[in-house]
């Protein structure tokens, strides 16, 4: 029998400030994907709403507060990932409360769409790239 994969719902933003350029966040080398560098985001719990699953990473991942209606839907990636399959739905954000500061990642760092290609990125990232480099 074919084999039929979970989705697994992740939420992301690109935080963006008054030059353009976006955070972006190195995972850690234990984790999965250690060591490339993603937008701060994680998966949508139970009986979450995409934006209050962003909202809550934000503030478990870098400490900033982020009002729901600034979240604005930017693109998404749908990906396989393993054995699952990766739906992940990317907000852009330019407003928030707080100086982002990594609880998590081992480094965060603003960079410019067109400068992530020297980054490592997890596969689904990159024509999420793409797309920012044409917004
Ligand atoms: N936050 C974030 N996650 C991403 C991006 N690109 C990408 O493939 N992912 C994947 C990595 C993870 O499998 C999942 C995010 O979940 P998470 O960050 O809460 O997961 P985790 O480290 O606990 O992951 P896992 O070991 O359970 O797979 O989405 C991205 O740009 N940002």
Not at 35 to 46: Q, Y
Not at 86 to 110: D, K, M, N, Q
């Amino acid at each position: 029998m074919e084999k039929k994969p979970t989705t697994l719902f992740v939420v992301a933003a690109a935080l963006t400030n008054e030059s353009g350029a976006i955070l972006l966040q190195k995972r850690p080398d234990h984790a999965s994907m250690g060591g490339l560098w993603e937008f701060p985001g994680g998966k949508v719990e139970a009986g979450e709403t995409p934006e209050v699953a962003l909202a809550r990473e934000l503030f478990e991942e870098l400490g900033i507060s982020v009002n729901l209606q600034d979240l604005i839907p930017e693109t998404f990636a749908s990906e396989p990932l393993g054995e699952r399959h990766l739906l992940l739905l990317l907000y852009r954000c330019v407003t928030w409360e707080g100086t982002p500061t990594p609880h998590f990642a081992s480094e965060i760092a603003w960079v410019h769409p067109n400068d992530m290609a020297a980054l490592p990125m997890p596969p689904a990232d990159y024509p999420l790239v793409e797309r920012l480099k044409r917004i």
